[in-house]
């Protein structure tokens, strides 16, 4: 019999703590396995990874997994892990969608878009392998696209403006956040606040002029969520992506194929 009618009142005071637990197909001990984890103190990192996974999940099923995903949370240790943990295991896609909404900012946007920007210049092939090698390595050949909304912020913000300047691809979405003026110099105060001054930004070195601030960065295909169908669990500005990355996958140009082995007999 259940001695709880809600199991996560036995959880309470259990965040971060090692607690064991026992599992069983049947509601009783006998035969039971043992198990230790250390329960959370938030469940929103568990609703975003599910997110993300159903991203992918979506846009692989759409493509017929010729396309990848990536979301990038924000431009700092974290984002750029992420970036790492789902861009190398999809070198091999044709195209790549990268999530850059609520994006919350930092300071790496300029090591993801070398990586995305990234040519061959030389194709390389080993015994024993039909893999073709890139020089340089990590190549992510085909079309790309990159989603915003309001929430990109900061070194959010800076990444989409690259990637446009960078010519990887059209932005998807909504007009991004509009500040990236970095601070520095903070005072504390003895209540525990403080103060910070606005100690440096970005301009375009094309046109000289300043860039970003109190505007955000405009997107190329304008589309808003419906909050509605967004709650059903419809991402308009996800299906829009992909539709764009299919279409232009019709002019991708695949890496050449490793030529025939050489006849070096005859001269």
Known sequence: ?????????????????????????????TGARKIVISPLAEEYSLYHYNWIQDNIKKVDKATNGKVGYI????????GLNEFSRYFYPQLDKEGLIIDDRANGGGNVSPM????????????????????IG???????????????????????????????????????????WGGIIGISGPLPYMDGTDIRVPFFTSYDPKTGNWIIENHGVDPDILIDNDPIKEWNGEDQ???????????????????????APRDWSHK
């Open 112 to 131: 993801i878009l070398e990586r995305l920007s990234r040519e061959p210049y030389r194709l390389t092939m080993r015994r024993g392998s039909s893999l």
């Open 1 to 29: 019999t259940n001695s709880v009618n809600d199991m996560y009142k036995l959880l309470i005071g259990k965040a971060n703590v090692p607690t064991e637990l026992s599992l069983n197909s049947k509601p009783q001990l």
């Open 237 to 259: 500005q996800l299906d829009r992506a992909i539709e764009e990355v299919m279409k232009q996958l019709k002019d991708r140009k695949p890496l050449a194929p490793v030529p």
């Open 71 to 78: 979301y990038i949370p924000d431009m700092g240790p974290e």
């Open 134 to 176: 890139t020089v340089p390595d990590a190549v992510q050949v085909g079309p790309k696209v990159c989603l915003i909304n309001k929430y990109s912020a900061s070194d959010g913000d800076l990444f989409p403006w690259g990637f446009r300047a960078l010519g990887l691809g059209k932005l998807i979405g909504t007009r991004t």
